[in-house]
């Protein structure tokens, strides 16, 4: 059977293999194939899982019993497996391998690279920008590597990183999904993210994660992991849309949002209103400001300082002895491959430095979530649903601690004039426009309703996708195959 596993979302996959047209192993063997062929250039995927092979075997005789299983899955692989991974597994995804990321959450401002795999390509040029801290997954998805991918979030390295990939991004409120095992920057807003091909995809794999029996919202939790369970209707959505979508918040327009993301937030909203929304425009955060003070940055970087020494102290392994933040930039400068003299250590150093200094920190966290709570507010006051704001807008929602779904939205055109970020193309021809991203107050299955019935309404506004520049084989049992380098975006 030929699958077009560029394109395949998880259900038409899961519908192969629970048919018999297609088997775990074989699936895993293209997906494997595919990127030791093609990864060398993007380098999205820092290491295959060495056992993928067998647990796809396993899953195959598995299913030949008549048990229920499921998809291959790009995601992350800890030395403490996490709750998300094990769910993954218990669902019968076969965790393929590790992604690439920024390192430390890109604390040091290296923009997908890392001391283990380098410097993650973008997909739709060879010198595409890719995103934030999740760019490797993002890219890996958007390639075909794999069905899907999961990462995490601290502040906009999801939407920033799927719009990027023309993915769909879905970061779930806090809590919701299980961060037990994870490497937290944050705890108020930081958590598991899921990329995907769809918003089908993602109500899947919310479905599969959902619930975390250590918090005391087990029961609401249990609750929305049902709602989550109903199908997806883009009908149903569509009367269902009478919901009032904010377009961009006076506080927000000084964000640099170029003409092509306005005039598509523009389309994005006149669909929405196609479908039933009642827009409302011009509205007024109360206390949210996009330029960030000097007392919200210090908050992330004392939690952030917190956080990995948290972490370097529950590790089974530590052959570096690290304890504090003052070890890990210690090792950074003396070791080679961290490049300390091209990408420093700033970020990292001035929350070692100032770890003393007089903030209050307390009283800074409390104006930092009475920020977050203008969402909140502006929801309530205008009796709405949902806000929509461009994805690369800076907004309050993880400081509001709200779920967040952003779903692709077209290219920039072909004349696009290229603009250059940390040395890659941020803005060019064919790259991945800023899509809308939405954020709410109100349960996930409610936001993933909504995306569904935009997602399903801008597919037949939206020309054919442009390929990524590397165009991968179709054949899931084809073996490595000529390159083709496609499109290249103006340098």
């Not at 996490?82 to 923009?111: H, P």
């Not at 029996?213 to 883009?234: C, D, M, V, W």
């Not at 037949?460 to 442009?466: G, M, N, R, T, Y």
């Amino acid at each position: 059977m030929t699958v077009d596993l560029f394109q395949t979302d998880i259900y038409a996959l899961k519908a192969a293999l629970e048919s018999g047209k297609l088997t775990s192993l074989r699936l895993v063997e293209a997906y494997i194939a595919r990127i030791e062929d093609r990864d060398e250039t993007t380098k999205s995927v820092i290491c295959v899982n060495p056992y993928a092979r067998e647990v796809a075997q396993k899953s195959d005789d598995t299913r030949q019993k008549g048990e229920i299983i499921g998809l291959a899955l790009q995601g992350a692989n800890f030395a403490e497996e996490a709750a998300v991974v094990g769910k993954l597994r218990a669902a019968g995804a076969i965790i393929l391998g590790k992604t690439n990321v920024s390192e430390w959450g890109n604390a040091r401002r290296t923009d997908g690279w890392s001391a283990v795999r380098g410097r993650t390509l973008g997909a739709y040029s060879d010198t595409q920008h890719p995103g934030g801290s999740s760019c490797g997954s993002a890219v890996a998805v958007r390639l075909g590597f794999a069905a899907a991918a999961v990462g995490t979030e601290l502040n906009m390295g999801l939407t920033s990183s799927a719009a990027k990939a023309s993915l769909v991004g879905l970061k779930p409120t806090p809590g919701f999904v299980s961060r037990a095992g994870m490497v937290i920057g944050d705890a108020f807003q930081d958590g598991p993210v899921l990329i995907t091909r769809t918003v089908d995809d993602a109500a899947l794999l919310m479905t599969l994660l959902a619930g975390n029996a250590k918090t005391s919202e087990a029961t609401t939790i249990s609750r929305r992991k049902s709602a989550l369970l109903l199908p997806l209707n883009s009908e149903r959505h569509a009367e269902r849309m009478l919901y009032k979508a904010y377009e961009l918040p006076e506080s927000l327009r000084q964000s640099s949002i170029d003409a092509p993301t306005r005039a598509v937030f523009k389309r994005a909203l006149q669909i929405l209103e196609d479908c039933g929304a009642q827009i409302i425009d011009h509205v007024k955060y109360d206390r949210w400001n996009w330029k960030w003070t000097d007392e919200h940055l210090h908050i992330n970087r004392a939690l952030l300082k917190r956080s990995m020494e948290t972490m370097f102290s529950e590790l089974k392994d530590n052959p570096n002895s690290l304890e504090t933040l003052g070890d890990l930039i210690d090792y950074i400068k003396r070791t080679p491959e961290e490049e300390y003299d091209v990408y420093g250590a700033t970020y990292l150093e001035k929350a070692w430095s100032e770890s003393s200094r007089n903030y209050n920190l307390p009283e800074c966290i409390i104006d930092r979530q009475s920020m977050g709570r203008d969402v909140r507010r502006l929801l309530a006051k205008y009796h709405c649903d949902v806000i929509a704001v461009p994805a690369d807008c800076r907004n309050p929602s993880d400081l509001g601690q709200c779920p967040t779904i952003t779903v692709p939205m077209g290219f920039y055109p072909r004349d696009t004039k290229p603009l250059h970020y940390a040395g890659r193309v941020e803005v060019g021809p064919n790259i991945p426009l800023a899509p809308p991203d939405s954020l709410c107050d109100i349960v996930e299955y409610h936001l993933l309703g909504y995306a569904y019935a935009f997602e399903r309404a801008i597919k037949s506004a939206l020309k054919k996708e442009d390929l990524p520049f590397i165009w991968p084989d179709p054949q899931p049992t084809s073996q490595k195959g000529p390159k083709n380098k496609g499109r290249k975006a103006a340098r």
